[in-house]
């Protein structure tokens, strides 16, 4: 297997990328039949909508599924680092979003089915409201 990483010259572009894919969160509706939504994207998504305000202090970690996507976010002390795949070890909450057999399992459709509890939970319950406190981007 094949891992790609940046470099640290690279790194130092995160937070215009972030910024940018903010902003095309605010922009761009749901994804529509026939675009590919990549599990990939869905964490880029999750990072892009980090609300650092909202991380401080706080140390927790979740597991999050949809359809057949697994990702995860673990905060410590409100620094974040997410990745592709299962937690690496014991998650604080797993969340498995219920989607519409129409919904593609974008960042936007996993954050509509927490917020209106079209999802299975499993862990420390009172984690999905942080998560959505904290990886939700505010109205503009």
Known sequence: ????????????????????????????????????????????????????????????????????????????????ETGVGPHPGKPDLVITANLADDELASYRAIVRAAKSGRVDVSGRRKLLDTFLRVFTVPAA
Request: charge should be negative; hydrophobic fraction near 45%.
């Open 1 to 80: 297997m094949t891992v790609y990483a940046l470099t640290p010259s690279g790194q130092e572009l995160e937070p215009a990328l972030l910024a940018l894919g903010r902003w095309g969160a605010r922009q761009l509706g749901d994804p529509q039949p026939g675009d590919h939504v990549s599990v990939e994207g869905v964490t880029l998504n999750l990072r892009a909508a980090f609300q650092p305000q909202e991380a401080a202090g706080v140390t927790a970690s979740w597991e999050i599924h949809a359809r057949d996507f697994v990702l995860h976010a673990v905060l410590t002390d409100g620094k974040l």
